[in-house]
C-alpha cells in the first residue's frame, strides 16, 4: 500500500497513528503541502480533491479523506464499536472535527506556522475565536469522559487529536483547557502511539 502523505499535515498523521496501531505496512511518497504545483500530475486520477493523504491499496484502488481512510482501516477493529449507536457517534465526532474543528484550528496553526505569506490578522482571530469554540465543545464532553465514544479509545479520538495536541503551533493555549489536556495524555499513553514527526 502506498501512502501520499504531508508530515507537518494533521489529517495525514490521523492515517499514519491509526496504522500504527494496526501495525499495517505501507509506503510513503511526500508531497508539499505548501507548494501544490504538479499535484494534478501526482494525484489527479487517484483524488478528484487533489489533497493528501490519498492510499493506494494493493489492488490498485485509491481511497482519499482522512475520515474515510481511517473507517475503511478501523472497520473491524477495536477502534471502531460495533455497536449502532456507538458507531453513529464516532461518526458525530469525525463530522464535527471536519466541519467546526479543523477548519479553524489546522487552518490557523499553517497560516501562523508554514504559509509562506500570513493571513489577515482579522481573518485569524476569526478563526481562532471559531477554533475555542470547537475546544469548549470537547472540554465540555471530556470534562465527563476519558475518550469521545463509549469511554473506549476509537478513531474518533485520533481524528481529534491530530490537530488538538498541536494547536498551540497556531496559537492556541490549551492550558485553560485541563479535560482536553488530559485526554491528550491518555491518547499519547495508547500502544503503538506514534508522534506526527514518525
Known sequence: MLLF????????????????HLGVDYERREVDVVDRSGRAELLGELNPALRVPTVVLDDGRALAESDAIMWYFGEGTPYVP??????????????????????????????????????????????????HAALGAMERHLAAASFLVAD????????????????????????????????????????????ISA
Not at 502523505?5 to 500504527?20: E, I
Request: one cysteine or more.
Open 5 to 20: 502523505n504531508s508530515q507537518a499535515s494533521g489529517n495525514c498523521y490521523k492515517v499514519r497513528l491509526l496504522l500504527a
Open 152 to 195: 473506549r479509545y476509537t478513531i474518533a479520538d485520533i481524528a481529534l487529536y491530530a490537530y488538538t495536541h498541536v494547536a498551540g503551533e497556531g496559537g492556541f493555549d490549551l492550558s485553560d483547557y485541563p479535560a482536553i489536556t488530559a485526554w491528550l495524555d491518555r491518547v499519547a499513553a495508547q500502544p503503538g502511539h506514534v508522534p
Open 82 to 131: 460495533e455497536d449502532r449507536f456507538d458507531r453513529a457517534k464516532v461518526l458525530q465526532w469525525m463530522f464535527f472535527e471536519q466541519y467546526s474543528h479543523e477548519p479553524n484550528i489546522a487552518v490557523v496553526r499553517f497560516w501562523v506556522a508554514y504559509a509562506s505569506e500570513p493571513a489577515p490578522a482579522a481573518e485569524i482571530d476569526a478563526r481562532r475565536k471559531a477554533g
